[in-house]
């Protein structure tokens, strides 16, 4: 009886495949640069919808699963480079932050994500379609 071994053939190309560089950051210094809605989610898969529109509001909707939907809405102004101060005016979900100030600092934005902190909390979002 007579064995036919297959024959493997590996073939390069001449190294790894070249990364993709990183997005290019962009300036975050004027409401209108963060104007637009984005979206993202977390790890108890809560929904986050959040509208910043020019001048200075702010509109931030939470799906929180069988707790139900909030809304925080606001204003948002410019504070310091890549620091925004907003104020909720309505605070559905977080009603003890209505009417004081909060710092929101932005760790990252490419026009086309938004990296947020507030406080002890970092969400990224994705600017919705």
Do not use: H
């Amino acid at each position: 009886m007579r064995r036919i071994w297959p024959c493997v053939v590996l073939a390069a190309c001449g190294g790894a495949p070249a990364r993709k560089p990183p997005p290019v950051e962009l300036p975050a210094e004027k409401v209108a640069d963060l104007a637009g809605v984005w979206v993202t989610s977390d790890e108890m898969d809560f929904g986050y919808k959040m509208t910043i529109s020019t001048p200075s509001t702010i509109d931030v909707w939470i799906d929180r699963n069988k707790m139900g939907r909030c809304e925080q809405k606001g204003t948002i102004q410019p504070s310091s480079p890549r620091v925004f101060r907003v104020t909720y005016t309505r605070g559905e979900c977080n009603p003890q932050a209505v009417n004081i100030p909060i710092d929101m600092s932005i760790a990252s934005f490419t026009g086309d994500t938004l990296t947020l902190i507030v406080g002890d909390q970092k969400r990224t979002y994705k600017r919705a379609p």
